[in-house]
């Protein structure tokens, strides 16, 4: 866990934004993704979120919803993310963070679960669908296997949901940025920003802001008031779209370039 | 019955959900609370059920059914007879007078049949709510008169062809609609499955049918039935009935799965019969699911019952024993499905003919003594095309 708050801490002293990428693990092959995440770490990322796919995701877009589906009909498991993510240590010091729902979780086993994520050199988990109310037990397990725990916040959320998100969260809150599934969108709402605010008036701990995050301008934009932005749909989007492994690893980095740009605080 | 935890049976149930949707869940939480006790929501749902859906529906005794399974007495609950043909606009007049209570202008819904599409599109109708009904691609094929009826009553169809193209991806992209429209959206579930507080507002406004059955059995034979019978998908008709004679202690509740080919392969969607602890579509319970979590691909004749979940409450009454749960394979489903046809007059759902399908194949363990209702969930007609296809050459 220490590498992923290092790294928020880092992106804190230099005054820049802190940039996560997340990547569906196994799209297009799991080998492409021990591939990808160096190259991503390389263009500028901060940090990777790891998506393990489940066949049936609430939280996700189509977009990341077809990447998962893609994954799993390649055989994607979470035995395989487990090796990937070994590989991927073998070369690089990237935090990482795992993004996926309960049932994967619950079925491997939550203490054997996060006990060989920790092993394997993750950082943090976000299971999309254990809210704080259905998470006590699961909080306790990061814990113990120092993992930092990363809650949702929306803008729906009450005052009462915020604080116990913000309470829970070791590793960073996850701020949604604006109501809907995830995907790209245009431009940023203007409650974004005071969202941030009750949520920092909660927690000293990191914020990123997720969901419709697509451009430069976008993780520029969210980095004035939070101390990071996470990328995904349209990362995954350029990876669906390239014809073959290794060009998906070189748009991504490229595009990965594009975004981290954004950290660097307009001048 | 009490549930150990806030939306929760036993281990089973709970609100495993994005962020996202949490605080919706609460408000609806709160609103149906505030209408639970409420004479004048009581009110208004008796009239609709009254003048709207037909209610009560009748209990029809079945003179050759009855003397197939040794003289037992059998009933038929008559839920066909419901307007829209099935025993889900009960649930839909009610949570459609919530969301009008709640001020929600648009409702969305998932199906499978297409029966709980028609009723929600049907109650958005008689409300003037705007409706849009997500439906697996696969489905509308299978039911596309219903797509067709869906249509006409207003509301707009969207097939979904994400993941199996059957109803559990139609849940998923309901979950997702709803998630991105939360503020004006009311999410009408058609089942007792779903995160809390689906399971237990949608088991309150199908009890009408055990409370009816049980009322209209004493007033006829004079004593409770020994056993009660319905189809288990979701499972909200089977609970429906089971929350009429729950308390009576001697009353045996049966729910009958969607035993598909059999439970040798994966080509059923048995998920008490054959399933394991999981969470799926917000609420823990007993899922069709591989080693590694994920969802299995289901299959049954009947597009109703094909879902790789059930509603937490059946799970808990399974793992108390207070009702036990078996399947009928496709060829018993068609088997009774004929047979009901031809010796009583009444066509019946794919869905409900698993139930009938099991009073057939347990004949040798009933005897006169016995008294037995099963739940006609729903009629046939939007069977027939696909029957016709599935039974080519017998009828």
New interface residues.
Partial sequence: MSRLSDSFARARAEGRGHLTIFITAGDPSLEATAELVPALAEAGADAVELGIPFSDPLADGPVIQAAGQRALERGCTVAGVLDCVRAIRARCDLPLAFMTCYNPVLQNGPERFAREARVAGVDGVLVTDLPPAEAGPWVETLAQNDLGAIFLVAPSSTPERVELAARLSTGFVYCVSRPGVTGTRDDLPAELFDLVARIREKTDRPVAVGFGIARAEHVREVCRVADGAIVGSAMVRVIAEAPDAAAAVERAAAFARELAAGKAPAG | MAAVKRGYFGRYG???????????L?ELEAAYEACREDREFRDELEFYFREYVGRPTGLTYLPRLSEHCNGARVYLKREDLCHTGSHKLNNCIGQALLARRMGKPRLIAETGAGQHGVATATVAALFGLECVVYMGEVDTVRQALNVFRMKLLGATVEPVT??TQTL??AI?EA??DW?????DTYYLFGSVAGPHPYPTIVADFQSVVGREARAQCLEREGRLPTKVVACVGGGSNAMGLFKGFIDDREVELIGVEGGGLGLAGDDHAASLCAGT??????AASY?L?D?????KGTHSVSAGLDYPGVGPEHAYLKDTGRASYTLATDDEALEAFLRLSEWEGIIPALESAHAVAWALTHRDELTSEDLVIINLSGRGDKDAEEARRVLAGRV
């Fill in positions: 709970g609100q495993y959900v994005p962020e996202m949707l949490a605080p919706a609460d994400s993941g559990k991806d998923n979950i997702r998630i991105a429209n939360v503020g602890y999981g969470v799926l579509h917000g899922i699911q080693a590694d979590g994920q969802i």
